[in-house]
T-cell receptor, first 113, second 115 residues
């Protein structure tokens, strides 16, 4: 069974640009969550999608958005990038009835310069 | 929002030593999970504990869930260099329907096992 796949692995963007990250969950998993990880703040929850609907949302500005497609693949978009958006962005998929256990991808390392 | 505090934040030990790391909260979780993350990779699920007082063993790793389901500990016996990594605990909350889980992560314990 293939794991969670995130693309791209690395990105360098300039302040003010926008970026789209992609996540393909484990086959059969309908829940996809996104997290931002930085050394100072740790893992912070961005949002969760289930069956194409945003089900939970963290405390991030509206510049951070996402969506989920009918095949459960998900994308995350960050507009008007700021230096502070530099982080490891992690996607995790979950199967509905497994107590919320998360299976993570390798992440996308975003650097904003 | 429920918070999880992990301690210590950093731990550096020699191979063969034993260690314990802690995960504490003032709130009750429906379950608690432990993950290990290596540099440049995503966290990998190690174990889930659900019942208060539950103890689970994974080779040299022993996980315990507090009786009140507010805290947990991870004990590693005879640490090896391969145990090096960031250990994260995560508490799961559910909605009233019991099917919508939300995870809250601690900031982690960065463990370095030296040869």
């Amino acid at each position: 069974k293939a794991g969670v796949t995130q693309t791209p692995r690395y990105l360098i963007k300039t302040r003010g640009q926008q970026v789209t990250l992609s996540c393909s969950p484990i086959s059969g998993h309908r829940s996809v969550s996104w997290y931002q990880q930085t050394p100072g703040q740790g893992l912070q929850f961005l949002f969760e999608y289930f069956s194409e609907t945003q089900r939970n949302k963290g405390n991030f500005p509206g510049r951070f958005s996402g969506r989920q497609f009918s095949n459960s693949r998900s994308e995350m978009n960050v507009s008007t990038l700021e230096l502070g958006d530099s982080a490891l962005y992690l996607c995790a998929s979950s199967f509905q009835s497994t107590r919320g256990e998360a299976f993570f991808g390798q992440g996308t390392r975003l650097t904003v310069v | 929002t429920q918070l999880l505090e992990q301690s210590p934040q950093f731990l550096s030990i020699q191979e063969g030593e034993n260690l314990t790391v802690y995960c504490n909260s003032s709130s009750v979780f429906s379950s608690l999970q432990w993950y290990r993350q290596e540099p440049g990779e995503g966290p990998v699920l190690l174990v889930t504990v659900v019942t208060g007082g539950e103890v689970k063993k994974l080779k040299r790793l022993t996980f315990q869930f507090g009786d009140a389901r507010k805290d947990s500990s991870l004990h590693i016996t005879a640490a090896q260099t391969g145990d090096t990594g960031l250990y994260l605990c995560a508490g799961a909350e559910t909605d009233s329907g019991g099917s919508n889980y939300k995870l809250t992560f601690g900031k982690g314990t960065l463990l370095t096992v030296n040869p």
